[in-house]
């Protein structure tokens, strides 16, 4: 497991930068590299191993057209790939995010002539002719849409007040296999109203919560689980829960001038309350080649380790209605940025009448910090957008 690496340094941004790395040695005079790629090679680490990385970088820029970032693009033992970095400084500490990496796989960048803009997540923008242009569409973009988007960020605000969209999916089968598995007790149902700020808060005091368990004090003078005869629960409603929300909400840096926090603020807090209560906080990426692992993740879980998930809009499972031989899937589609913690799933496999495998569906089960949900599913077979999935262990 690796710690979140934060540097304290002002970033010089250099028009182009071109390096090689064998064995992350640098063959590189010192004076190609700087912080901005040594973040690069740190979070693309676990993918590569010891194989050789060549990679050169531009700039990306906000809507005022200043530098906020780099598109990476790069080979490793004969794959090409892309990454989108955004940089930003916060009150003390200048942070860097990997927002999208891919192997095998066309930066939304290649087709840019203008200057690239980058200021919102799963949009890429091209200024030129002194206007916004959507790459995708090559439709220009309103001044009301281009507030929306710098408004938005790279910043995770939650999905408790935005509508859900309610959708269905049927699927024919002969037979069906179901696996299901969560760590003990879940995790604690906080839903988004205890405190005003973030879902990132929410999440990180359901997390935090969940290893109070293990590791006493990290909420000082609290006892996480209440006994009721034969029923164990966790202790939510309680005067330390909620003062625990207002120290994650001061330490996230959540609120003005942005809406949410960013993934680098989640960390930088996470950390900070932790070390401050003498215990380690440790993060392990579940993304492998770009993607989320699933595979990963039930690794996780299972050794009773729980995730967060950063989403940039996402599917909830409304249920599954069983009929003799049709499954009809009930999803609610929202189309904001999300964070939740999980700790379990549920893995639905389809078979034909040949008994061939027709579909596998995987659902992870979330304490959703939603007030409609609780705990429930998110459905990562549908539209659901994964930024970051970390795993999180306090020691």
Known sequence: ???????????????????????????????????????????????????????????????????????????????????????????????????????????PFASCLGLPVYITHNTYLEYKDQAFFDLSTGAQVSDEQMAEYVFNGFNYFGGGTATFTNTTFTISYARKTTVNYSIQYDLPNIKGSFINGSCAHTAGAIILIYWDRFCENIIPNYDPMSVIGPFINYRVASEEVETLGLELVELMQIGEPHEGTTFSEFQLGMETLVERQGYTYTTTNLFSGGSFNFNNYKNSVENNIPVAFFLSDFNMLNGISEEEGLDTIGNGYCPVSHVTAACGYKIDTYYDANDS????????????GLNSYGIGYLNINGVTSISKAISIQVS
């Open 1 to 107: 497991m690796k710690k979140l690496l934060t540097l304290m340094l002002a970033l010089v941004l250099s028009l182009s930068s071109i390096a090689t790395y064998s064995g992350f040695d640098v063959l590189a005079q010192a004076n190609t590299y700087d912080a901005g790629d040594e973040y690069f090679l740190e979070f693309i680490s676990s993918d590569v191993d010891e194989e050789d990385i060549n990679f050169s970088h531009t700039p990306l820029y906000n809507a005022d057209l200043e530098v906020n970032g780099r598109e990476y693009i790069f080979t490793v033992d004969g794959q090409n790939g892309y990454a989108l970095m955004t940089q930003f400084s916060g009150e003390t500490q200048t942070f860097y995010e990997i927002e999208e990496l891919f192997f095998n796989k066309t930066s």
């Open 357 to 368: 495998v027709i579909q596998t569906r995987n659902y992870i089960k979330v304490a959703s």
